[in-house]
């Protein structure tokens, strides 16, 4: 293993057990497989870009790597220390699990939720230096918060540090949220949709302190977001990579302006379709490439390739078994037989359509 | 050339005429005013999407447009309301029961999150039904209606009509709710971010959805949102808020490549957008204006690079050079030098 690396991803399962009980469909418990078998490395000092749907398992697998959901299969390391066994103490513990958790930090989508409304910012950004900076005495804690607060444009620091969290805006609650996970000294943070509900005029400035800030802590990014135009922006601008998930699999990984100019999965393909363009030239103003719009219930994904009953290059060969990743070189990685000259697939029939029960969706082809 | 002043952007047809509409809240530090003094005509079977950050005013307007302000806000102005059949309406000189009837009849509205819109103890077929019977339509032949709309929203209309609100996912319900709003045959149609909680991939197929049902059906739709880019490419005109008024509104391809306001041009270079280099975007400078201390003057001077004395002291109108392209600013000769827009350069190098 590469020593550079911060957080390492093994064959990574999380898989949860729904109850159906409530529902009136369903009936006895069934397994929910958010993650499946997804690998991913994440250097020091690196960008990577998770995107994809609601449910795609994208905040699972953030979790994941940082130590707070527990996987119910592979592994996740943390400087080559297996995270979960540090946790229980199993085998020759060379990284304490607390020292694990507390380099692997997070920033949420709704910042106001994740900090106390009853503390002042200055009570708030107090806790981490304690935790990290025993040695420091409060006159030293308060230059630094200072110096924090300045550092990401929210001046007077004085005045800022004695607000509570009602009293700060969406991006000033999220700067802050940030200089909460930057003080714990972290390798690694998980920004989950952390730019998502701000106004689109304030995304590129988080983003950019984001940056900013990375360049000079040491950290690295692990960016979840379902919409592709902020995780292009923050990945290209790092030259980080991006990773889009599909029902709990990684489908395709590479380097940023590679995966975007010359995206390999169908599905990828119709992110890109789907991402709004301000450029009106650029319009496609095409129907959707999609055979359905809703995706699949998770609890019943579909076999083979998860995607092929969406997918409008599905071919029989797509129902058997789930593509493995193919390496295209420089670090682009796809999981779809088309990748593959040789494939079977290309002999394969193309898929008939079939009906849908669960869903309920009617075809495009059939409906037209 | 005379510069004149305007109402209605060359529109030949207003479906609606808005003028001098505010809408004001008492506060305990001051009034605020949440919509100020806003003219705006909407033409017959256009999609207008009305783009502004969040304070800007956006949900206001579409408050507005059905007389839905709720209280303690106090809506002033004119709005008349101009049917396909039947007499203009002057619709805030109307009582509650006419408004009531005018609304879902006549304009209907979709708003975020669909799930608070339905009752989770109905059926969705008991909406449709009592949606129905409450304004004295034939029931079954709106059944039918409903059907075929659920169906063209590529939904199996049995199996949807059947469930609960919680039995569908978010996607499959802002589709039904869309169904439900269109069964009473509507001219109008005002949508405050419809799509906002929903995937990439949902928003776009609702929108391709949304842009064949107006062809289909004549529909007028007002499109409200703070997605920019969202509804770039279905509009045919974008009306900008900032602070409470509009500032651009043209013909959607115009503004997008040659807005004429210095804060769209702004907002265009700061939106995230897959077309435009990285390096160039920039971040809008300074934050938008409290409603209880907007700024005297224009509201954007105090963010605006091309911002001079007479921007300080005298408030711009919207105004045009005689096309259909209309912009509040005292500078716009000067602003396409001043403030280049990113990704019009690279598309004119191409």
């Known amino acids: 293993m590469n020593d550079e690396t911060v957080v390492s991803l093994e064959n990574v399962e999380v898989h949860f057990e729904s109850e159906g009980s409530i529902l009136p469909f369903g009936g006895d418990s069934e397994v929910v497989q958010a993650v499946d078998g997804v690998s991913l490395d994440i250097p020091e000092n690196d960008v990577v870009a998770l995107v994809g749907e609601s449910g795609c398992g994208k905040t699972t697998l953030g979790k994941t790597a940082i130590g707070t959901q527990r996987p119910t299969g592979g592994a996740v390391k943390y400087k080559g220390q297996d995270v979960w066994k540090a946790n229980d103490g199993e085998g020759d513990v060379q990284i304490p699990f607390e020292e694990i958790r507390q380099s692997l930090q997070i920033i949420h989508q709704d910042p106001g939720a994740s900090l106390n409304p009853n503390k002042t910012v200055q009570h708030s950004l107090e806790a981490p230096l304690k935790l990290r900076h025993g040695e420091m005495d409060t006159f030293e804690r308060r230059e630094r918060i200072h110096e924090m607060l300045s550092r990401v444009g929210m001046e007077p620091p004085e005045d800022y540090a004695k607000r509570f969290p ?54 690295s990014f692990l960016f979840i977001s379902h919409n592709l135009s902020n995780a292009s922006y923050i990945a290209g601008k790092a030259d980080g990579r991006i990773g889009i998930m599909y029902l709990g699999e990684l489908v395709e990984i590479g380097p940023i302006d590679e995966v975007l100019n010359d995206p390999q999965h169908p599905y990828t393909k119709a992110l890109m379709w789907a991402t709004p363009n301000l450029n009106p030239k650029a319009d496609d103003g095409g129907s959707s490439p999609l055979r359905k719009i809703d995706v699949p219930d998770p609890r019943n994904p579909p076999t083979g390739c998860k995607f092929h009953t969406r997918c409008p290059e599905a071919r029989e060969a797509c129902t058997g078994e789930m593509p493995d990743a193919m390496d295209l070189g420089s670090g682009h990685e796809v999981a779809c037989y088309r990748a593959d000259d040789g494939h079977d697939y290309w002999s394969s029939p193309e898929l008939a359509d079939e009906g849908d029960e669960l869903t309920g969706t009617v075809d495009e082809s059939t409906a037209d | 050339m005379t510069m004149q002043q305007t109402h209605t952007a060359a529109v030949d047809d207003p479906i609606f005429e808005v003028r001098d509409v505010s809408v004001s809240f008492d506060m305990d530090r001051g009034e605020s005013r949440v919509l100020d003094r806003v003219d705006m005509d909407i033409e017959r079977g256009e999609i207008l999407g009305v783009v502004g950050e969040s304070g800007s005013g956006k949900s206001m307007f579409a408050s507005a447009l059905l007389d839905a302000v709720v209280d303690p806000g106090v809506l002033t102005g004119d709005i008349t309301f101009d049917p396909e059949d039947g007499p203009r309406i002057d619709l805030l000189d109307r009582d509650e029961t006419d408004i009531k009837d005018i609304r879902w009849r006549q304009i209907a509205m979709v708003f975020q999150g669909a799930m608070s819109s339905f009752n989770p103890t109905m059926s969705i077929e008991a909406h449709f039904r009592e949606t129905l019977s409450v304004h004295d339509y034939d029931v079954e032949a709106g059944m039918e209606r ?59 197929s609702i929108i391709e959805l949304i842009r064949e049902i107006a062809d289909e059906r004549d529909l007028t739709i007002v499109f409200i949102t703070h997605d920019l880019p969202l509804v770039a490419n279905l509009a045919d005109r974008l009306a900008v808020l900032y602070a409470f008024e509009f500032v651009e509104v043209g013909p959607s391809d115009e503004v997008l490549t040659g807005a004429k306001h210095p804060y769209t041009r702004a907002l265009l270079n700061a939106t995230p957008n897959l077309d435009t280099p990285r390096e160039e975007m920039r971040p809008i400078e300074g934050a938008a204006p409290d409603p209880v201390n907007v700024p005297e003057g224009c509201s954007y001077h105090p963010r605006c690079p091309v911002a001079d004395d007479t921007c300080v002291r005298e408030d711009p109108p919207l105004t045009d050079d005689g096309d259909d392209h209309a912009a509040a600013c005292h500078h716009v000769d000067r602003v396409t030098e001043e403030v280049p827009l990113t990704l019009q350069e690279v598309t004119v190098d191409e």
Do not use: C, K, W
């Open chain 2, 146 to 204: 409903a059907r075929r709309l659920l169906s063209e929203l590529y939904l199996e209309a049995d199996q949807v009509l059947d469930s609960h609100p919680h039995e569908l996912s978010g996607g499959m319900s802002q589709r039904a709710l869309i169904a439900l709003a269109l069964v009473l045959e509507p001219e109008v149609l005002v949508m405050d971010e419809p799509t906002a909680a929903l995937d990439l991939l949902m928003q776009r």
């Open chain 1, 166 to 219: 009602h009293q700060l805006s969406g991006g000033e609650q999220q700067r802050v949220a940030l200089i909460r996970a930057l003080l714990m000294n972290p390798d690694l943070i998980l920004a989950d949709e952390a730019v998502s509900a701000l106004d689109v005029s304030l995304r590129i400035d988080m983003m950019d302190l984001m940056l900013d800030l990375q360049d000079t802590f040491d950290t």
